[in-house]
């Protein structure tokens, strides 16, 4: 008689990184592409007191419909340049067209 083995679940857990660069304080929240290929996201706060990571997360985490605990900086705190890692598996197609910019890309 053979024993059964119980079977592991095995999760996965697929996450996306993308470079940024953030112009803080620019009076609207938009994301656009510059020429050279780079997200560029603009903000309304100035970058003090965290207050600009902040609303880079909360924006971000809105435009693709994710929480906000599943957008994370992990390189560039206090620099325009920044890493951003999302706990999701999106494609940089994807990524592109959430953050409305799919049109725009089309142009480089």
């Not at 929480?67 to 890692?85: A, D, L, S």
């Not at 999701?88 to 592109?96: A, F, K, N, Y």
Request: glycine share 4%; proline share 4%.
């Amino acid at each position: 008689m053979a024993l059964a083995i119980p079977q592991k679940k095995v999760i996965k857990t697929m996450a996306t990184s993308f470079a940024i660069k953030v112009r803080p304080k620019s009076g609207s929240q938009k994301c656009s592409l510059s020429k050279n290929g780079t997200i560029v996201i603009s903000l309304k706060s100035a970058a003090e007191n965290n207050k600009a990571n902040t609303e880079l997360v909360a924006f971000i985490a809105t435009l693709l419909k994710i929480p906000r605990e599943h957008v994370v900086i992990v390189k560039g705190m206090t620099t325009p340049q920044k890493i951003i890692r999302l706990r999701e598996d999106i494609s940089h197609v994807d990524l592109l067209k959430k953050l409305g910019i799919d049109a725009q890309h089309a142009l480089f």
